[in-house]
């Protein structure tokens, strides 16, 4: 789980790992639908970070990331995220298995 470090009333430093990873493609593959917009912005955008990092808020896609940490880091000025490669490799490599039915989702939304 999540290890979340409050520094202040405006910053936090948060630690994941692999097995956040996990349950973040767990909960996409539960409901696609929801998290469609999440899992093709990380699929198609992960690459450019050379699938070692990615801003989740960049994009608007950080519904898995929050629903992972069990909190809105966006209630905070200023937040750092510290994971292993092999989170953002098991990350990608969910959303890549995902990424087909989402976009389907989203055409179908738009259509």
């Known amino acids: 789980m999540a290890e979340i470090d409050v520094i202040n009333k ?3 430093k948060i630690r994941v790992q ?3 990873a996990v349950r973040m ?3 996409a593959a539960r409901d696609i639908a929801l ?3 999440d899992i093709v912005t990380i699929y198609e955008k992960m690459p450019a970070f050379d699938y070692t990092s ?3 808020y960049a994009y608007n896609s ?8 069990e909190t809105n880091p966006k209630e905070y000025t200023s937040f750092s995220l510290d ?3 092999s989170f953002f490799y098991a990350l990608y490599g969910g959303m890549a298995a995902l ?3 989402a976009k389907s989702h989203i055409l179908e939304e738009s259509a």
Not at 62 to 69: G, P, R
């Open 25 to 27: 493609v767990n909960e």
């Open 35 to 37: 998290y469609a917009h």
């Open 99 to 101: 990424y087909e039915t």
């Open 10 to 12: 405006s910053t936090m």
């Open 83 to 85: 994971a292993p490669d």
């Open 62 to 69: 950080a519904k898995l990331f929050e629903f992972a940490l």
């Open 18 to 20: 692999l097995d956040d």
């Open 54 to 56: 990615f801003c989740f």
